[in-house]
């Protein structure tokens, strides 16, 4: 069993960044794919990016090309998410997930984290 805890969400103006950070608990996550996923009030869930078990490969979604930047710290049991360039349509709840596949699906994730909100301003 893996518990996601995410943070580092908030309120912040267009243009701006924010760094999102994802701790795995309970065991370590260095044989797992992590992803970023959110979802908007309204709107279906989709994918940010993705990440390889050992960092060397990344993915990203077209809105979230040339401005976020996925990294993981295994040592640390931690993944990040940094947005740059932050945008009113950015605004979401961002999830942190795990699994096995290097996959852009929400049903290929196996587990998740709770979530944290992202609201950017115009």
């Known amino acids: 069993q893996v518990q996601l805890v995410e943070s580092g969400g908030g309120l912040v103006q267009a243009g701006g960044s924010l760094r999102l950070s994802c701790a795995a608990v309970?065991?370590?996550?260095?044989?797992?794919?992590m992803g970023w996923f959110r979802q908007a009030p309204g709107k279906v869930g989709e994918f940010v990016a993705a990440?390889?078990?050992?960092?060397?490969?990344?993915r990203y979604a077209d809105a979230a090309k040339e401005r976020f930047i996925m990294s993981r710290d295994n040592a640390k049991n931690m993944v990040y998410l940094q947005m740059n360039s932050l945008k009113p349509e950015d605004t979401a709840v961002y999830y942190c997930a795990a699994g096995w596949v290097y996959s852009v699906y929400w049903s290929d994730q196996r587990y998740w984290g709770q979530g944290t909100q992202v609201t950017v301003s115009s």
């Open positions: 309970g065991r370590t996550i260095s044989s797992y794919v």
């Open positions: 990440i390889t078990g050992t960092g060397d490969s990344t």
